[in-house]
């Protein structure tokens, strides 16, 4: 399950990451 939640944890974090770049930009 863990391995399971992980995955989508790291999705979630790259739009972040490309949410912050716009909001910068």
């Known amino acids: ?3 399971r ?3 989508p944890a790291k999705r979630t974090q790259k739009s972040l ?6 909001n910068n930009i």
């Open 17 to 22: 990451s490309s949410d912050n770049a716009s």
């Open 5 to 7: 939640v992980t995955r």
């Open 1 to 3: 399950t863990l391995e």
